[in-house]
């Protein structure tokens, strides 16, 4: 069985894409054929959300295990197929690409299809417009995590610095620390 998903962003109006992929596929498959298919950076957290007809979020998949102890905060993408919690045609997706900047996208499923034989999924069945920047680390005015050592520590200092009335002695922070 194959799920056919329309995807739209509220950010761009010129984009569009349909994406064919196997019903027995994780939502962590889902996600790597969406970042692979825009040139996104894989590695950015991301999360997908059922919702209702008005878009409004419910359950949430997430790259990795955030459990907590009042119960699953959220569940893994890898740890899920699509047609666990896919049923029917309409069935709708907020896919959260940038979670520094809020994007997300609109996904739908519009079908469900047979396989065709010969075809390799994930496929991307209809594409239209330029997709959306993705922010980085260097957008937000931060280094990567391995210049954070030694003079990266004077950004994250000045970034607390702008917080009013943080305090890190409160905080447990120890401004001497040393690795």
């Avoid at 699953?72 to 900047?101: C, E, G, N, T, W």
């Avoid at 499923?109 to 034989?117: G, N, Q, T, V």
Wanted: a negative charge; glycine letters at 6%.
């Amino acid at each position: 069985m194959i799920y056919k998903f329309r995807m739209i962003t509220g950010d761009e109006k010129a984009f569009l894409r349909d994406y064919e992929i196997k019903a027995s596929n994780t939502f962590q498959d889902f996600h790597e054929a969406i970042q692979e298919d825009l040139g996104y950076d894989p590695s950015q957290l991301a999360s997908f959300f059922l919702t209702d007809e008005q878009w409004n979020k419910g359950l949430e998949l997430t790259l990795i295990d955030m459990q907590n102890d009042g119960g699953p905060a959220a569940i893994p993408m890898d740890s899920i197929m699509l047609q666990d919690l896919l049923k029917d045609r309409k069935d709708r997706l907020l896919y959260v690409y940038d979670i520094f900047a809020e994007k997300a996208f609109f996904i739908e499923l519009l079908d469900i299809l047979d396989e065709k034989a010969g075809r390799e999924y994930p496929y991307c069945s209809a594409s239209v417009g330029e997709a959306p920047e993705q922010s980085s680390f260097d957008d937000m005015g931060l280094t990567d995590l391995d210049s954070l050592e030694g003079e990266g520590e004077d950004e994250i200092d000045e970034l607390f610095d702008d917080i009013d009335g943080f305090d890190a002695e409160e905080f447990g922070f120890d401004e001497s620390y040393e690795e």
